[in-house]
């Protein structure tokens, strides 16, 4: 019975691994993704436990598939590049504004992302008018808009996505177009998250040159839904990644900057948010 229990658990830490790379065919794969660091471990735990070798085999094959692809988002990459943004999910209710247009000026990014721009916090935009003249702000509702602030001017061509999801704008930067979007998803399946992805891909479809993304991906970097944004947009993830919202205690991987190049970011204090913001310093170059 014992060998029995074994290979039961063996076999569903195996399954829920391989079901968590699912997310390029269900949204629901994404969901599992979000345990793939767990599971992996526990694999490779469990391999101790005395049982018929295939099955131990299977359960340390799991385990590395899961550290391949969980791990080097943690791990520093390489060196920051020449273009710094600044994102930051501001929080709906967020009364400490003051504070956080003083962090965002301070920082000297030249593009700022903003997510859940509300009617209570959106004096924000009017604080950061004199160092951010160029911006764009997508209102999705009273709550949750989604904007983009710019030193650079705009070359007049911004885009909101149909559905919740993303905000765009080109920018001329020394002689130079880039497009650079804020992000910000639902919540995973089956809360809607695909709708935002794709609502998202529809408009990086429609755009030439590079593409800078930054936001609250709402989802770990090594789920289906950033890979696809990052392979729609020829962008590459800027490390190293680390935690920017906690929920009963537990640290979650849900803030991002996808650039040509990849590139080195740093967290942001809290400041009156649930998320911590992040600057970025990125390659424009692959």
């Known amino acids: 019975m014992m060998k029995l229990l074994a290979s039961i658990v063996a076999a569903l830490l195996c399954i829920g ?3 968590g790379f699912a997310g390029w065919l269900h949204p629901a794969g994404d969901s599992l993704s979000l345990l793939r660091m767990p599971l992996g471990i526990a694999c490779v735990i469990w391999a101790l436990i005395r049982m018929r070798r295939a099955l131990r085999l299977a359960l340390l094959a799991c385990g590395t598939a899961a550290a391949l692809t969980t791990v ?3 791990v520093a990459g390489q060196a920051g590049g020449e273009f710094t943004i600044y994102s930051k999910n501001v929080w709906f209710g967020n009364t400490s504004v003051a504070a956080l247009a003083r962090d965002i ?33 997508c209102t999705f509702s009273g709550w949750n808009g989604i904007a983009v602030l710019s030193r650079h001017p705009f070359t007049g061509d911004t885009i909101c996505s149909e559905q919740f999801g993303l905000a765009a704008a080109q920018i001329i930067r020394e002689g130079q177009e880039i ?26 479809a429609r755009l030439d040159g590079p593409i800078v993304l930054a936001g609250d991906f709402n989802m770990f970097p090594w789920a289906a839904s950033v890979q696809q944004l ?15 919202f906690v929920i009963k205690g537990v640290p979650l991987l849900l803030d991002h900057v996808l650039a040509p190049g990849g590139g080195m970011i740093e967290r ?7 998320h911590r913001g992040i600057y970025g310093r990125v390659h424009l170059a692959p």
């Open 17 to 19: 691994v391989l079901l």
């Open 72 to 74: 080097p988002p943690l």
């Open 105 to 137: 000026r301070d920082s000297g990014a030249e593009v700022v992302m903003l997510q859940e721009v509300s009617r209570r916090n959106n004096m924000l935009l009017g604080s950061l008018a004199a160092a951010y003249p160029h911006q764009h702000l």
């Open 179 to 204: 497009w650079v979007g804020s992000v910000h998803f639902y919540w995973p399946y089956p809360y809607g998250q695909e709708r935002s992805r794709d609502a998202a891909l529809e408009v990086l």
């Open 230 to 244: 990052g392979q729609a947009a020829n962008a590459r993830l800027a490390g190293p990644t680390r935690p920017t």
């Open 268 to 274: 942001r204090p809290l400041l009156g948010s649930d």
